[in-house]
């Protein structure tokens, strides 16, 4: 018996979705709770999970193809017979008169004589593949998503960031690794398994320069996905509805680092994540709100909402583009709830397994720019939020400090750029130099025993 899966509702407002890539084709089986199909909307991608065991019968929506939640993606069978009718359906009718034309295409190697007298659905499907898979992976269903990484395989598969950056810190390249992840995604494992091959010659490459690996991506053309539509569209519809300035102060984050070194081990033992200073800055900015409710209000018309809680979204970086997920009420939680949250929200994010819903409400957005490098940036506040902060990465550099007794002396410290973004609309730059002084305040006093939550 067949079973239809729907594209489900993905979240309150949602209304339809964008079939991105089906990670199985007609034909294979399915497991339940395995993940069909990835689907973007205008909150969040995600992947559909089978709700039932079977064979894949029938796919009814292509990719790239948008339909409204409801719509039937997929027809699922018991698998007894009922993958085989998708095939011939197209072949049927030619097959009579059609006996003896696969040989003309397959006339070099030897399936012309043994396939000649079975249905013409048998080469495109198995018997042509172990003599010849060039002349054959035209027909096959799989070409679509073939088509998609159009270089090399691993490359054009999921690979997360991370895993990215520690492949090319591992001197790893990616188009030689096979993935073992859901739809031949690339895991960190599989990375590591790579590494423990060559070992013996690591001497040599190491005194040699290593060239930056070349981007599938040069020198090709790909329709921008819906994901970096929306994106888009609300980047320049903020930037044109907006009047938007940033300002920048520098902190002297040295006591947290030196906190943070003090209190590592036994943290990561009670909380399962270590301790970065992402969860200090969460928490300072997120409690300078509440004494500063321009930056955490937004603009409807001529009416200005100041909200009563304290929503921090903030952005991950994906393959698929940046998204923000929300950490709510965050003034009120402890920097071991924080830094769970966002361990667990941003491993969900790249994953794609993030609910829409984890994605909507934020009041005010914290963006990591240092997490590459950067000193820091001007980020785009995007409505109908009035403020974004940036942090840059954290430095140690000489610095002029001023002793109790006004003595000046020049030593080694942390230090680290906050470039806050806002809407002049609402807020001056006054206001915002006034929040700022406060949230550097915070981290320089780095008093934050009481908030650790262990």
């Known amino acids: 018996m067949s079973e239809s899966v729907v594209l489900p509702a993905l979240?309150?407002?949602?209304?339809?979705?964008?079939?991105?890539?089906?990670?199985?084709?007609?034909?294979?089986?399915?497991?339940?709770?395995?993940?069909?199909?990835?689907?973007?909307?205008?909150?969040?991608?995600?992947?559909?999970?089978?709700?039932?065991?079977?064979?894949?019968?029938?796919?009814?929506?292509?990719?790239?193809?948008?339909?409204?939640?409801?719509?039937?993606?997929?027809?699922?069978?018991?698998?007894?017979?009922?993958?085989?009718?998708?095939?011939?359906?197209?072949?049927?009718?030619?097959?009579?008169?059609?006996?003896?034309?696969p040989p003309a295409p397959v006339a070099p190697p030897i399936v012309a004589a043994p396939v000649a007298p079975p249905v013409i659905a048998a080469p495109p499907v198995v018997v042509a593949a172990p003599v010849a898979a060039p002349p054959v992976a035209p027909p096959v269903v799989a070409a679509p998503v073939i088509s998609v990484p159009a270089t090399s395989s691993t490359d054009a598969g999921y690979v997360?960031?991370?895993?990215?950056?520690?492949?090319?810190?591992?001197?790893?390249?990616?188009?030689?690794?096979?993935?073992?992840?859901?739809?031949?995604?690339?895991?960190?494992?599989?990375?590591?398994?790579?590494?423990?091959?060559?070992?013996?010659?690591?001497?040599?490459?190491?005194?040699?320069?290593?060239?930056?690996?070349?981007?599938?991506?040069?020198?090709?053309?790909?329709?921008?996905?819906?994901?970096?539509?929306?994106?888009?569209?609300?980047?320049?519809?903020?930037?044109?509805?907006?009047?938007?300035?940033?300002?920048?102060?520098?902190?002297?984050?040295?006591?947290?680092a030196e906190m943070r070194k003090s209190i590592q081990a036994r943290f990561t033992a009670a909380t399962g994540t270590k301790l970065n200073f992402m969860p200090f800055f969460f928490l300072a900015s997120a409690e300078a709100l509440r004494s500063h409710p321009k930056l955490n209000a937004s603009i409807e018309g001529e009416t200005i909402n100041y909200h009563?809680?304290?929503?921090?979204?903030?952005?991950?970086?994906?393959?698929?583009?940046?998204?923000?997920?929300?950490?709510?009420?965050?003034?009120?939680?402890?920097?071991?709830?924080?830094?769970?949250?966002?361990?667990?929200?941003?491993?969900?994010?790249?994953?794609?397994?993030?609910?829409?819903?984890?994605?909507?409400?934020?009041?005010?957005?914290?963006?990591?720019?240092?997490?590459?490098?950067?000193?820091?940036?001007?980020?785009?506040?995007?409505?109908p939020q009035v403020a974004i902060l940036g942090t840059g990465v954290v430095q140690k550099r000489p610095v002029v400090i001023t002793s109790s007794d006004s003595q000046e002396s020049i030593a080694i410290r942390s230090m680290v750029y906050l470039a806050l973004s806002y809407d002049h609309r609402l807020v001056d730059g006054a206001d915002a130099s006034r929040y700022l002084v406060d949230v550097k305040a915070r981290l320089e006093e780095a008093n934050f025993q009481n908030n650790l939550g262990i």
């Open 11 to 101: 979240g309150e407002s949602v209304t339809e979705g964008t079939v991105t890539r089906w990670l199985k084709k007609v034909g294979d089986s399915v497991n339940v709770d395995e993940p069909l199909v990835e689907v973007s909307t205008d909150k969040v991608d995600t992947e559909i999970p089978s709700p039932v065991a079977g064979v894949i019968e029938q796919i009814l929506v292509q990719e790239d193809e948008t339909v409204q939640v409801g719509a039937v993606l997929v027809i699922i069978g018991s698998g007894s017979g009922s993958a085989a009718p998708a095939a011939p359906a197209a072949a049927a009718p030619v097959a009579p008169p059609v006996v003896q034309a």
């Open 160 to 256: 997360t960031p991370l895993v990215r950056k520690f492949a090319q810190d591992s001197g790893v390249d990616l188009s030689r690794v096979s993935g073992t992840g859901v739809g031949g995604r690339i895991r960190k494992e599989d990375v590591m398994a790579a590494t423990s091959a060559p070992v013996g010659s690591s001497a040599a490459p190491a005194a040699a320069h290593v060239p930056a690996p070349v981007s599938a991506l040069r020198g090709t053309s790909e329709p921008m996905s819906r994901l970096r539509k929306v994106l888009a569209e609300r980047a320049v519809a903020s930037m044109v509805s907006s009047a938007q300035l940033t300002t920048v102060v520098e902190v002297d984050v040295t006591r947290i």
């Open 308 to 383: 009563p809680s304290e929503n921090i979204s903030f952005a991950v970086d994906t393959e698929r583009g940046l998204l923000t997920p929300v950490i709510r009420d965050a003034a009120s939680l402890s920097l071991a709830q924080i830094a769970q949250q966002i361990a667990d929200l941003a491993s969900r994010t790249r994953e794609n397994k993030l609910k829409p819903d984890e994605m909507m409400g934020g009041t005010f957005t914290l963006t990591n720019t240092g997490s590459r490098g950067a000193l820091f940036d001007t980020p785009v506040v995007f409505l």
